[in-house]
Every structure is written in structure tokens, then in C-alpha cells.
């Protein structure tokens, strides 16, 4: 027995009894060892093509959604906006306490490019393809275990204590309230499969499940609205977001369903088979170290999630349904940049980062780590300096073509939130890629550390929020300014435990760094994205940034097509030094985004080179 190849043989027990199994490879064991064993420059371009294509994706839902959702304003008051956006900040919070450590935990799951896709009978296998994608897959279900008991307590608490008068007396608000919690959980259902998709970094897969679904709220939402002459409250908005959650959920099981025919993982829990493990346990389905991790980080998330949406939970406070409603609407508008690009960005460098720098590191991988994020950063700064420099001025007056005639009254309000939101979107930008890469090399003292600093956050959130909107008047435009502060000090915060993190890796393994150079310096490492000078715009943007600032402030306010058009030329001005100023960035990204195209084109040079070299030879023979 000891002669038999240790790779495909594996142990199935049969009560005291044990059989050995000796397993044949499948078909595709190469293709997945090779999808596992990626290299960080090809792990790199796929991410890099995933989060381009969720935003193309997210782009053109957008646009549709837009539409139907300008439509839906001529049509509905800042009041009924105001009320589903507390509906919403309901369905919201019972979905991150379901799902968001669990969603956290699992990207850390990697496959070892060792791991050997054999299978049993009955099951899978612990430690293989197919037994950590299974594991995967079965630590899904949690969140919806759990938004059940959470699900019926937010409703009943929203319900009974957390609604005001003047919304509980809207019509058939009890429905309502109902229906957003069914919704919920029709969403968390398809936990299980986004888990997958995500393991498997199927970025299309993920952004055709997501826009179909925005796609189907909006249109519901809008076709109920224009359909019923009588006041049904915010009845169009629930039953939206019912309609969201049950394509969302229809549309990733069967496509999830589809990739998984014929193979040893399935969309359904099953167990996985464990060695040296004979008693039944839970622990057959999940993995003890995500279940753990995740446990961990949920007090954490919470704590995140209040400082998120703390800006609801203070407006329901401290300002009236229709300041709410004009809120809901600036930061829809004001945030759109932000939830087409950024947050595809986030959730695609969290997951490569998650698998970049998965213990142990490899200096090929450490470098990576340090580049990528360095280029996204000089690319946030150049975004930076365009919503500095043109938005304040003309956000408002784009804003202005938007709202309705219901919405006139408001509208000097809504200038203002928007103008505050052009500072705020920066930091929302560098907040979120720099919180993705830290929950990518957390450990327990990070963790520990960052729930300290949740906790401080959550109090000085509360003070600023009163101080910005009561003391000093501010109303809507003080919860921009309480998150810019909140925002700062998470970059803070994360910006210390990135450079901790570069600076002890590379004191405990010195060839990280480079082979031929040690590390000289215990107080900062020399690839910390942060200190690096190649992080940040040129001198030659900032000169020009400077000269547009000052045409800006020369045009003065934008209340005219003629001013709005030839700021718009400026800005177009402005992108094109920087395009021109980041020609080996830009260079970069066409060699990570076409890879094969790049090496096809190189190999062919180099063939024509050689076939010259061979023809002038001849001829000189001749």
C-alpha cells in the first residue's frame, strides 16, 4: 500500500470499517491546477478585466436607471423619498448583519496551487478544489440562518418603536414593512451562490445577476408609481425591492447552477470529508477557521455599518422627512461616481489582495501588492483634483436640470449638499481601497485594534452630527461634513496599519524586498504605496491643476449653459495632462487588460526581427 501515489487516494470510513479508494484524476485536473496556481501579474489582469467589466456592466444599469429614476421624481415628493430611504437603511441593516463578516471571512478562502481536485463517493474532500469551493458554498447559507431571527426583530423593532408618527400613518404601511423584510431574506438566498462567484472571481457571472436585478427594482418601481391613482404611500418601493431580491436570487442560482453541472461542488450544502475525523460534527460542512474569522469581525462590522449609513441614522434624528428626502436625493446623485467606479474597484482589490497576500508571501507577491495599490492611489489623486477643482460650481447647476417642480422648493438645499459632496467623494475613494486592503492582511490584534477605533468613531460621528446640524446650522450639508471627518480618520487609521504591515514584513523576511538588497531602515519600508513617490500626480498636473482652479474661481457661480460649457472644456483640458503625464501608467493598463494581445504582438516582432536577420545572412552568403 505504502507504494501507491499518495495524491489520489483517499479514506472513506464505513462505520469501524475503512476502505481505500483509489480515485482516478478528472479531466481537467491541469486547468485546475493551473486556475489555482495563477501568477500574480496574470492574477492582477484578471482582476484588473473583472472590475473594468463590473463597471461597463454597472455603467450601463445605470444609465437605464437613471432614466426611469428622473421619470419617478416628477412624480413623488421629497416626503415619500424621504421615507423610503429610512425603509431602505431597514433592509440595509439587516443585510450586513447577516451577511457582511461572513462575505469578509470567505475571501480570505484560497486554494493552494498544490491542491489536488480528486473526489470521493458521497462527498468532497477537505483540503482540495472542489472541498474548499464546497466549504465556500455551505458557509453561505449562514447568512440567511441568520437574517431570519434578525430579519423579524429589525421589522417588529421599525414597526413598533422606530418609525415616526407621520410615516407609520402613511397607507399600508404595515405591508410595507413586511414586504422589505421578505425581501431581505429572498436576497440572502442567493448568499451562497455570490460566494462562489466571488470565490472564482466570476466578474461577469456577478455583474449580470446585479444589473438585471437593479434593472427590475427601478422598472417596478416605476410602472407602480404611474399605475395607481390612489396614495399607496411607499408600497411602489417595497414591492421594487421585493422584485430586486427575487431576480437577483433567480438569476444567480440558475447561472451558478449551470457552472457547476459536472462537477464535484454543488450549489446545495453537502458534506465534506475530513481525515482523521470519525464522530459527526457541524464542522463537516463548514471550515472552523472562517466560521471563526468571521465571529470575529462581526462586532467590527458593526461598527462599520454605523459609521456607513450613520448619516441615515442621524437624519431620522435630528432633521424633518423632507430635509431627509432632499439628503436622499443629493447623495444618490452625489455618490453615483462613487457606486460605479469605486466600489467595483473595492470589492476587486479586496478579493486580490485577499490572495495576494495570503501567508506565506512570496516577494513576487509582495511587490505586486505594493504596485497595485500605489497606481490606484495616483489614479484617486487625479481624481481628486477634478471633483476638487469643478465640482462644487458645477454639480449644482447640473442638479438643477434634474429635479421636478415638486422638488423647487428645495433646491437651494440640495446646491448645497451636492457642492459639500464633491470634497467628500476623494475620501470616500481612498477610505475604501484603503479599508479592502487592510481587511486583507488582518490578523486578531488588527481586528482587536479596529474595534477600538469603530467604538471612538461611533461616538465622535454622534457629536460631530449634532454639533454640524444643531449647533451650527448646517442641517443636511452637517452630515456631509461629520462623514468627511469620520472618513479622514479611517484613512488615518488605515494608512498606520499598512505601513506596519510593509515595514515588520519586511523586517522578518529581508530577501522580501529585493534579493539583492536588505532592508536599512526599521522605521518604514521603502514599498509602502504611501511614502513611495510614484504614488501621487506629477509636478507638471499640479501646476496646470493650480492654473484651472484659478480660471474656475474667475468664472465665478455657473448659472449658465455658456459658463458650465466652458468649464467643462477646462476639465477636458485638465484630463488630457494627465493622460499625457501618465503615459507608462496608462501603457501598463493596456498590457494588463490585453495581455495576449501584448505578447502576440511581441512574439510576432520578434519573429519578423529574426526573419529579417535570416534573409540579410542569406544574402550576404550569396
Known amino acids: 500500500m505504502n507504494d501507491v501515489p499518495r495524491t489520489p487516494i483517499l479514506t472513506k470510513r464505513h462505520g469501524r470499517r475503512h476502505s481505500t479508494i483509489v480515485v482516478p484524476p478528472p479531466a481537467g485536473l491541469q486547468s485546475a491546477k493551473a486556475e489555482s496556481g495563477d501568477s500574480p501579474t496574470l492574477l492582477v489582469s484578471h482582476s484588473a478585466v473583472g472590475a473594468s467589466f463590473l463597471i461597463l456592466l454597472q455603467l450601463f444599469s445605470k444609465i437605464i436607471t437613471f432614466a426611469l429614476n428622473q421619470a419617478l421624481l416628477r412624480f413623488i415628493s421629497p ?19 447577516a451577511r457582511e463578516a461572513i462575505r469578509l471571512a470567505l475571501q480570505r478562502q484560497t486554494t493552494h496551487p498544490k491542491s489536488d481536485p480528486f473526489r470521493i463517493e458521497g462527498g468532497v474532500v477537505e483540503g482540495t478544489v472542489s472541498g474548499i469551493a464546497q466549504s465556500v458554498v455551505n458557509t453561505g447559507y449562514l447568512p440567511f440562518l441568520l437574517g431570519i431571527p434578525l430579519a423579524g426583530i429589525s421589522c417588529a423593532w421599525y414597526y413598533l418603536h422606530g418609525a415616526s408618527d407621520e410615516v407609520s400613518d402613511l397607507p399600508y404601511f404595515k405591508s410595507v414593512v413586511v414586504i422589505y423584510g421578505i425581501a431581505a431574506l429572498v436576497e440572502l438566498a442567493s448568499e451562497p451562490m455570490f460566494a462562489l462567484a466571488q470565490y472564482k472571481l466570476q466578474y461577469k457571472l456577478r455583474a449580470i445577476c446585479e444589473s438585471g436585478a437593479v434593472m427590475a427594482r427601478c422598472a417596478v418601481t416605476f410602472l407602480l408609481t404611474l399605475s395607481t391613482r390612489e396614495d399607496t404611500g411607499v408600497l411602489a418601493f417595497a414591492l421594487g425591492q421585493l422584485a430586486y431580491a427575487v431576480v437577483l436570487s433567480g438569476l444567480y442560482i440558475l447561472l451558478v447552477w449551470e457552472t457547476t453541472r459536472g462537477r464535484e461542488n454543488a450549489i446545495f450544502p453537502k458534506r465534506i470529508w475530513k481525515e482523521k475525523t470519525i464522530s459527526q460534527s457541524p464542522w463537516f460542512y463548514f471550515d472552523r477557521q472562517t466560521v471563526h474569522l468571521a465571529s470575529t469581525m462581526w462586532i467590527q462590522t458593526a461598527f462599520k455599518h454605523y459609521l456607513t449609513e450613520g448619516d441615515k ?92 417642480s415638486k422638488w423647487s422648493t428645495a433646491s437651494a438645499s440640495a446646491a448645497s449638499v451636492i457642492s459639500a459632496f464633491a470634497y467628500y467623494i476623494p475620501l470616500l475613494a481612498f477610505n475604501g481601497v484603503l479599508e479592502a486592503f487592510v481587511q486583507s492582511i488582518s490578523t486578531p490584534a488588527i481586528v482587536r485594534e479596529q474595534s477600538f477605533l469603530m467604538l471612538g468613531l461611533t461616538v465622535a460621528f454622534a457629536v460631530a452630527g449634532y454639533v454640524f446640524i444643531r449647533v451650527l446650522g448646517f442641517g443636511a450639508t452637517g452630515l456631509v461634513y461629520a462623514n468627511m471627518m469620520n472618513l479622514a480618520i479611517r484613512i488615518g487609521a488605515c494608512s498606520y496599519w499598512i505601513a506596519k504591515y510593509y515595514r515588520d ?48 474661481f474667475a468664472i465665478g457661480k455657473v ?24 503615459k507608462e501608467l496608462v501603457a501598463k493598463a493596456v498590457q494588463l487588460y490585453f495581455p495576449a494581445k501584448s505578447e502576440k504582438s511581441k512574439s510576432t516582432r520578434m519573429r519578423s526581427t529574426s526573419i529579417t536577420g535570416r534573409g540579410r545572412e542569406d544574402k550576404k552568403t550569396e
Not at 79 to 97: C, K, N, T, W
Not at 358 to 367: E, W
Open 559 to 582: 448659472d449658465s449653459l455658456s459658463k458650465f460649457l466652458m468649464m467643462a472644456a477646462f476639465g477636458v483640458c485638465l484630463v488630457g495632462v494627465m493622460a499625457f503625464d501618465e
Open 313 to 404: 441614522f442621524l437624519s431620522s434624528f435630528y432633521i424633518t422627512i423632507s430635509e431627509q428626502g432632499v439628503y436622499a436625493l443629493t447623495s444618490n446623485y452625489g455618490s453615483l461616481f462613487a457606486r460605479l467606479v469605486f466600489l467595483p474597484i473595492e470589492e476587486t482589490v479586496r478579493t486580490l489582495f485577499s490572495k495576494l497576500l495570503t501567508p506565506p508571501v512570496s516577494a513576487s507577491n509582495f511587490r505586486m501588492s505594493s504596485d497595485t495599490l500605489s497606481s490606484i492611489i495616483r489614479v484617486y489623486c487625479h481624481i481628486t483634483l477634478l471633483t476638487s477643482i469643478f465640482g462644487p460650481k458645477g454639480a449644482p447647476f447640473l442638479l438643477s436640470f434634474i429635479i421636478g
Open 79 to 97: 416626503d415619500r423619498l424621504g421615507v423610503s430611504a429610512q425603509l431602505e437603511l431597514l433592509s440595509s441593516s439587516i443585510l450586513f448583519f
Open 505 to 552: 514584513t519586511a523586517i522578518v523576511d529581508h530577501d522580501i524586498l529585493d534579493e539583492k538588497r536588505a532592508v536599512t531602515s526599521r522605521i518604514s519600508s521603502p514599498l509602502f504605496p504611501l511614502a513611495r513617490r510614484d504614488s501621487y500626480p506629477g509636478i507638471n498636473v499640479l501646476i496646470v491643476s493650480v492654473m484651472f482652479e484659478i480660471c474656475v
